[in-house]
């Protein structure tokens, strides 16, 4: 019998679909059915939608956000709705910036806001979440709401001669000072209650992409201290137990990377673009806790998928990018907003999908 041919690799092609309407950089999106949502950070209240069924699909503005707009909000779709919880911004143009401990919810059938009856636990801001099912969020990392709000509310009170002290004496402490969230919260949508299913084993951290696969989630990349990224990603496994952390997988980039996508395109998980400082760690290691001091930030732009336990170069995206948007259809990741190289905003809206299963 003729040898069977060798299987073909996969590989990652890319699909535009319509661009944003405008710029969203630190914002958040979420799909319902084959709608696709997307606003807030720097898009402000905007709150944009995308309806794949409909034949020549464009971006529509939808009713915009009824609170102060958010930056970095943990933005997720459970059921019929998207939901909206914390992100930092300033209530009002006078007042100074501060984490918000509010949640909101996005009814798609009626496109209506509804702000919920419930107070965040801790500081969410820069937040990853999952959802369980239909009625359960679990929610991982997250600033510390005290230490962010008296920071900034330092910085934006001070004299213009005095800010950079200010910013010096904050940066220079090491990562457990900061103090970020370490545990994880769950959330009962149908009750609006909170309770903390445990300590995590590794410090808190912020910006990290969340994706699930079945029982299994990764926490990708994210900052565990501003300039600083983690550079390990993390493995958990959802039982009857509740969460139980598996070890932890080694980034596949030097200096680690933040505000990178994530998601599952075909049957893989893969991990896209982001930015990092490089020499941080190694200044680190040194005693100089304000590791990115000085240092240039880099936008990133390989896409990396997991495999055996390993995260293995994959592919590069059209160019660099970070701080955007990531949202699973179909077999694909849908990549929104965010910003490339010297922060310029992104307004292209990309598809990635595995030639080997596309239909």
């Given amino acids: ?110 496109d209506r806001w509804e702000q919920l009856n419930t107070v965040l636990p801790v500081g969410l801001s820069g937040a990853a979440a999952i959802a369980v099912n239909a009625s359960t969020l679990l929610f991982f990392g997250g600033y510390h709401r005290e230490q962010f709000d008296a920071f900034h509310r330092d910085l934006e009170t001070a004299d213009e001669k005095d800010r950079e002290d200010i910013t010096v004496r904050y940066m220079n402490r090491p990562i457990a000072r900061f103090n970020w969230n370490a545990e994880t919260w769950a959330l009962n949508l149908l009750t609006m209650t909170w309770h903390s299913m445990g300590t995590q084993p590794h410090h808190g951290h912020c910006k990290a992409a969340a994706v699930r696969d079945g029982a299994n989630f990764y926490l990708l990349g994210g900052e565990v201290k501003p300039g600083l990224h983690a550079s390990t990603i993390k493995h958990g496994r959802l039982g009857p137990a509740g969460v139980q952390w598996q070890a932890s997988h080694a980034v596949p980039v030097n200096d680690g990377f933040g505000g990178c996508f994530g998601g599952r395109v075909g049957n893989m998980n893969v991990v896209a673009g982001g930015t990092h400082f490089a020499g941080a760690w190694e200044r680190y290691a040194r005693g100089d806790y304000f590791a990115h001091e000085g240092l240039r930030k880099k936008w990133l732009g390989n896409i990396f998928v997991l495999e055996d336990r390993q995260w293995h170069y994959l592919d590069s995206l059209p160019c660099p990018r970070a701080n955007g948007i990531s949202v699973e259809v179909g077999d694909g990741l849908v990549l929104i907003g965010g910003d490339g190289d010297e922060g310029r905003p992104c307004l292209d809206t990309l598809w990635l999908r595995d030639r080997l299963i596309m239909r």
Avoid: N
């Fill in 1 to 110: 019998m003729p040898s069977q041919p060798p299987p073909r690799p996969h590989q990652i092609i890319t699909t535009h679909l319509p661009a944003l309407p405008g710029e969203c950089v630190d914002g958040g999106g979420a799909r319902v059915g084959q709608t696709i949502y997307a606003g807030l950070g720097s898009a402000g209240q905007r709150w944009y939608c995308l309806d794949l069924s409909l034949p020549g699909h464009h971006w529509e503005r939808c009713a915009d956000f009824p609170g102060p707009p958010p930056r970095c909000a943990v933005v997720i779709a459970a059921g019929d709705a998207v939901y909206v919880f914390g992100g930092f911004g300033k209530a009002s143009p006078a007042v100074v910036t501060t984490q918000f401990d509010t949640a909101y919810r996005y009814l798609h059938a009626s």
